[in-house]
């Protein structure tokens, strides 16, 4: 069960395209708000090592530097991919 979640808000302007919603169950979803406890959403800047992607930032009393987080859970085919490689490369070592 997943929620579409405006990564800019909707109420300050933000589009309802997909380059600015992301999927979150419905308890994260609740969790981003403005208030002290609550959790922000930022687009990834082409700096990043995820440009474009979501980036979770936590709020202070959980993460003091507010460093914005990626979250993989919906990118089990990356995921996936990442695993296949790391044991391709394991049985690469055992058979040499």
């Known amino acids: 069960m997943c929620a ?20 979150a169950c419905d308890h ?9 406890d609550g959790w922000k959403t930022i687009v990834m800047g082409q700096d990043s090592p995820h440009p474009g992607r979501c980036g ?3 709020p202070k009393h959980i ?7 990626i979250s993989e859970r919906h990118h089990v085919a990356e995921q996936l991919a990442a695993r296949i490689e790391s044991s391709c490369r394991e049985w690469g070592s055992r058979v040499a």
Not at 16 to 23: G, P, R, S, V
Not at 63 to 69: C, G, I, M, R
């Open 56 to 58: 979770w930032i936590a």
């Open 28 to 36: 994260c979803h609740a969790l981003v708000n403005n208030s002290r």
């Open 4 to 23: 579409a979640h405006h990564v800019t808000d909707w109420a300050v302007g933000g589009p309802t395209d997909l380059n600015n919603l992301t999927l």
């Open 63 to 69: 993460d003091p530097t507010q460093t914005p987080q």
